[in-house]
């Protein structure tokens, strides 16, 4: 009988995939980087408990696009500073790619709020155009100009904040308390510019992040760079205190209880 390809896998196979994983070369992302401080409210606002508030209040949108061989990548983030007691971080709102394969271990593995959309970052000589779409709306929009090179950092570790959660089967809460989880990335810089521009907020209700406006610009670069990551759940957290910032993953909330019709392929 030919191979039932829905069928079990061995361990063998299982323990092929990982190791092939594990060899894979530092893929490099080329890309823009803009923080700025906003609204120390709007801030507040968008962070789940635990998460608190760090003494600024930024954002911190990424624009890049990734050289995976022979599958190109647009890879896009829109995080607020945060900190889980002492340790400090991003938690990301929104992080649009441009494909699917991009989404699944983000999101099933380590919960990030990944999202299909169209990411694209352009280069004409000095002048540096990148945005993040969804819907036909640029919601996010970076332009600038080339100023000069800047010094390259060295690797540094960043941590992001995740909540990781499957909606109650049953129309209501969710199936198991949520956890959230620290992603650690070890990132290494190999190019970066200063770029003198703007960022352009623009109003989506898809993707709402113009409620936290630019009030002062602290940085635009454009550099390549390469990262690692690690996750693990810090703690789990209460279905209770999470459940009303749970819309943030959803265009539309009431999707989740989205299902096909009984008896349908």
Excluded: N
Excluded at 201 to 217: F, G, K, N, Q, T
Aim: glycine share 10%; charged share 25%; hydrophobic share 40%.
């Amino acid at each position: 009988m030919a191979r039932v390809r829905y069928g079990a896998r061995t361990e063998a196979e299982g323990a092929a995939a990982r190791a092939a994983a594990a060899r894979l070369p530092d893929i490099w992302s080329t890309g823009v980087v803009a923080v700025w401080e906003t609204d120390p409210d709007a801030v507040a606002a968008v962070l789940p408990p635990p998460l608190k508030p760090t003494g600024r209040p930024l954002v911190r949108v990424t624009i890049s696009k990734v050289d995976l061989p022979g599958y190109p990548l647009g890879a896009g983030s829109f995080s607020v500073a945060a900190a889980h007691g002492a340790v400090e971080g991003w938690y990301p709102l929104v992080m649009p790619m441009t494909h699917e394969r991009a989404l699944i271990g983000g999101r099933e593995v380590f919960g990030e709020p990944k999202k299909l959309g169209e990411v694209v970052v352009e280069r004409d000589g000095l002048v540096v155009g990148a945005r993040l779409a969804r819907h036909g709306i640029a919601f996010v929009e970076v332009r600038g100009a080339v100023s000069g090179p800047l010094p390259l950092p060295e690797p540094v570790e960043k941590t992001d904040f995740y909540f990781k959660f499957l909606p109650g089967v049953e129309g209501s809460g969710f199936d198991a308390d949520p956890v959230l989880v620290h992603c650690v990335r070890h990132e290494k810089v190999r190019k970066l510019e200063r770029i003198t521009g703007d960022v352009v907020l623009r109003e989506s209700m898809y993707d709402p992040v113009a409620d936290l406006p630019v009030r002062r610009l602290v940085e635009i670069t454009f550099g390549e760079k390469t990262s690692d990551q690690r996750g693990r759940v810090a703690e789990r957290v209460s279905a209770e205190a999470l459940l009303p910032y749970a819309h943030q993953r959803y265009d539309d909330p009431a999707q989740i209880l989205d299902g096909p019709p009984e008896g349908s392929a």
